[in-house]
Every structure is written in structure tokens, then in C-alpha cells.
């Protein structure tokens, strides 16, 4: 049975960092694509980074150049690093997966992963 817990979250003021972690089980290397999700009070949820079993990673341009995704296969891990957190990036972080590789890798289409984590709150003060 897949299972993925976030941890990290937390509350930081603008410019500072946090890094998230997904721990997943059994392992990572059975999830052609991992994904990093957001959702903010009051807004659907929205993607924000993606890596592909093979490393190649995706994030959008409302992240780019402050957040990294990263995995660790030995540890079964997958990272977001964010750094320069702004205000709006106020939201709760969600891990996500799945093993369809005629999906390709897209961050852009939630409803593409069906594993799911239970989210990890971020909180961004000015």
C-alpha cells in the first residue's frame, strides 16, 4: 500500500526557508512522476513542482529560481527547498505520485496522481 507523509511546514517570515519532505512507502523508485501541490484558503489547489523517475523536474513560474525539487531513492524522500518564501506562498503543501508513464510528468494536472500525502501547513508572514 503506497502512503506519503509530508513533514517540514511551518511558519517563517518573508525571505526566510523551510524545507519540506515527503517520506514514501514503500519506496520512491515505483512512481514514474512526484509532485509538490499547494492549496491556499479560499483557492483550488495548484501544482508546483514536479521530478520524473529519471530526475528531470518541472516547477512553475511563480516558484522558479526560489523553490528546488529533489529525491533521495536511497531514503525514499522526496525534497522541496524553498527559499525567498514570499506572503502568498502561504498555503498547505501536498507530496503527490503516480506511475502512469504514458502521463508523462506534469505538476500542471493534479488529477493525474492519485497518492496523496495529508498536506503540511506554510505560513509565510510579512
Known amino acids: 500500500q503506497v502512503q506519503l507523509v509530508e513533514s517540514g511546514g511551518g511558519s517563517v517570515q518573508a525571505g526566510g526557508s523551510l524545507r519540506l519532505a515527503c517520506s514514501a512507502s514503500?519506496?520512491?523508485?515505483?512512481?514514474?512522476?512526484m509532485g509538490w501541490f499547494r492549496q491556499a484558503p479560499g483557492k483550488e489547489r495548484e501544482g508546483v513542482a514536479s521530478?520524473?523517475?529519471?530526475?528531470?523536474?518541472s516547477l512553475a513560474e511563480s516558484v522558479k529560481g526560489r523553490f528546488t525539487i529533489s529525491k533521495d531513492n536511497a531514503k525514499n524522500i522526496l525534497y522541496m527547498q524553498m527559499d525567498s518564501l514570499k506572503p502568498e506562498d502561504t498555503a498547505i503543501y501536498y507530496c503527490?505520485?503516480?506511475?502512469?508513464?504514458?502521463?508523462?510528468?506534469?505538476?500542471?494536472?493534479?488529477?493525474?496522481?492519485?497518492?496523496w500525502g495529508q498536506g503540511t501547513q506554510v505560513t509565510v508572514s510579512s
Open positions: 514503500p519506496d520512491t523508485y515505483r512512481f514514474y512522476c
Open positions: 503527490a505520485a503516480h506511475t502512469e508513464y504514458r502521463l508523462g510528468c506534469n505538476y500542471r494536472v493534479p488529477t493525474y496522481f492519485p497518492s
Open positions: 521530478i520524473s523517475v529519471g530526475g528531470s523536474t
